[in-house]
Nanobody, 117 residues
Framework: EVQFVESGGGLVQAGGSLRLSCVAS????????AGWFRQAPGKEREGVAC????????YYADSVKGRFTVSSDKAKNTMYLQMSNLNGEDTAVYFC??????????WGQGTQVTVSS
């Protein structure tokens, strides 16, 4: 059974940083591009960042480019999202899943990120 478990969210002041973690079970990050998605209150879920399983190339949404960095540690089967210079528009529940759009069967509980001004 494939499962993604997100952690690392919390409350942070604007301008601050957080690092999210995603541990995969039943699958490895060698097998498929994976990444991070987020859903803010009243908004649709959107893709934030993806990392290729083959060459480690990355993709970022324009809204986070230059502030967020996605990486993976294949030995730990864990993916990370380092977020810096956070602002209120980054407040959302963050999820990890396959890229580019996520697989319906594998959405987890996510981790809440709240940025206070």
């Amino acid at each position: 059974e494939v499962q993604f478990v997100e952690s690392g969210g919390g409350l942070v002041q604007a301008g601050g940083s957080l690092r999210l973690s995603c541990v995969a079970s039943g699958v490895t990050f060698d097998e498929h591009a994976a990444g991070w998605f987020r859903q803010a209150p009243g908004k649709e879920r959107e893709g934030v960042a993806c990392i290729s399983s083959s060459d480690g190339s990355t993709y970022y949404a324009d809204s986070v480019k230059g502030r967020f960095t996605v990486s993976s540690d294949k030995a730990k089967n864990t993916m990370y999202l380092q977020m810096s210079n956070l602002n209120g528009e980054d407040t959302a529940v963050y999820f990890c899943n396959y890229c580019p759009t996520g697989s319906d069967n594998y959405w987890g509980q996510g981790t809440q990120v709240t940025v206070s001004s």
